[in-house]
């Protein structure tokens, strides 16, 4: 054996203490005790929740009959926000969540969670939250609404919307005059404004909806335009009805709107 052997061979360690002291040097992976763990969990939850609230889906509840029979008063609802986004807005037929524009809602409709815990859910969107209102998007910008044609139907750009499968029997003979009889109560809105939206409720007869808002012959203490809701405080498109759990269903937009022609 050259020396030069005996140097290659020198250099080589056998398995036995030395590994295992070498490998006890390496540092043990440290893991976090429960507790810790457990508020890093719900930290991480909690900030997806409001990432998610902000960005994506948001829980409401329905705060009035305004929209029997499809959503009934404390129904839970969620909202989409993906629809409106890149330039998209609303279109007729849309079940829409808006803010209020400052006097659609009473006090009692105004009111959101009781409680601290309920008030500090519906901040990071995992509880419904009030001073919102919800209705049926019938007329866009540019759009022409009238009522009513000979049938009793509601007319956008002249076309007569078929409304049956989700309007309620009303106990008056038309679909839109909320506020009065049909036949002194005939009525034209727009043409929408550019950024607004013509809003009603489903149930026809008990709805605070644009109707409501729009300035009658003789009315002094109304203010024009106020029937047109701003596209943006419109938060979100109704997409499902969750709870209660006998209720669930998909929302979607009727195939009625599908015919209305666009605005001249």
Same mark, same amino acid.
């Given at each position: 054996m050259?020396s030069?052997?005996?140097?290659?061979?020198?250099v080589?360690?056998?398995d036995?203490?030395?590994?295992r002291?070498?490998r006890?040097?390496k540092?043990?992976k440290k893991?976090?005790?429960?507790?810790?763990?457990?508020? +890093?969990?719900l930290?991480?939850?909690? *900030?997806?929740?409001? =990432? @998610? $609230?902000?960005?994506?889906? #948001?829980?409401f509840?329905?705060?009035s009959?305004s929209?029997?029979?499809?959503?009934?008063?404390?129904?839970?609802?969620?909202?989409?926000k993906?629809?409106?986004?890149?330039?998209g807005s609303?279109e007729?037929g849309?079940?829409?969540?808006?803010?209020d524009?400052?006097?659609?809602?009473?006090?009692?409709?105004?009111?959101g969670p009781?409680?601290?815990?309920?008030e500090?859910m519906?901040?990071?969107g995992?509880?419904?939250?009030?001073?919102? +209102?919800?209705k049926r998007?019938?007329? *866009?910008?540019g759009? =022409? @609404? $009238?009522?009513?044609?000979? #049938?009793?139907?509601i007319?956008v750009?002249g076309?007569?919307?078929?409304?049956?499968?989700?309007?309620?029997?009303?106990?008056?003979?038309?679909d839109?005059?909320?506020i009065?009889?049909?036949?002194?109560?005939?009525?034209?809105?727009?043409?929408?404004?550019?950024?607004?939206?013509?809003?009603?409720?489903?149930?026809?007869g008990?709805?605070?909806?644009?109707?409501?808002?729009?300035?009658?012959?003789n009315q002094?203490?109304?203010?024009?335009?106020?029937?047109?809701?701003?596209?943006?405080?419109?938060?979100?498109?109704?997409?499902?009805?969750?709870?209660p759990?006998?209720?669930?269903?998909?929302?979607?937009?009727?195939?009625?709107?599908?015919?209305?022609?666009?605005?001249?």
């Amino acid at each position: 054996m050259t020396s030069e052997d005996r140097d290659s061979t020198s250099v080589v360690e056998p398995d036995g203490e030395g590994s295992r002291s070498s490998r006890s040097r390496k540092k043990k992976k440290k893991h976090l005790p429960v507790w810790q763990e457990t508020i +890093l969990l719900l930290g991480i939850a909690l *900030v997806l929740a409001i =990432v @998610i $609230k902000a960005l994506f889906v #948001q829980a409401f509840y329905i705060p009035s009959e305004s929209m029997e029979p499809g959503l009934v008063n404390n129904d839970r609802i969620l909202v989409q926000k993906v629809s409106y986004w890149f330039g998209g807005s609303p279109e007729r037929g849309d079940v829409v969540v808006f803010k209020d524009p400052g006097d659609w809602l009473s006090p009692t409709e105004k009111t959101g969670p009781q409680s601290g815990v309920t008030e500090l859910m519906a901040k990071i969107g995992l509880y419904p939250s009030g001073g919102h +209102l919800v209705k049926r998007v019938i007329g *866009v910008e540019g759009d =022409v @609404i $009238k009522c009513c044609d000979k #049938q009793g139907r509601i007319t956008v750009n002249g076309q007569p919307l078929d409304e049956d499968s989700f309007v309620k029997e009303k106990g008056i003979d038309c679909d839109g005059p909320m506020i009065g009889d049909c036949s002194r109560n005939s009525w034209t809105a727009g043409p929408v404004p550019k950024g607004h939206i013509f809003v009603m409720g489903d149930n026809r007869g008990h709805s605070a909806d644009s109707t409501v808002h729009m300035c009658q012959n003789n009315q002094t203490d109304c203010v024009p335009g106020d029937e047109y809701v701003p596209v943006d405080l419109v938060v979100g498109k109704v997409f499902v009805l969750l709870w209660p759990s006998d209720h669930f269903r998909w929302i979607q937009r009727p195939d009625t709107f599908a015919d209305v022609p666009d605005a001249s």
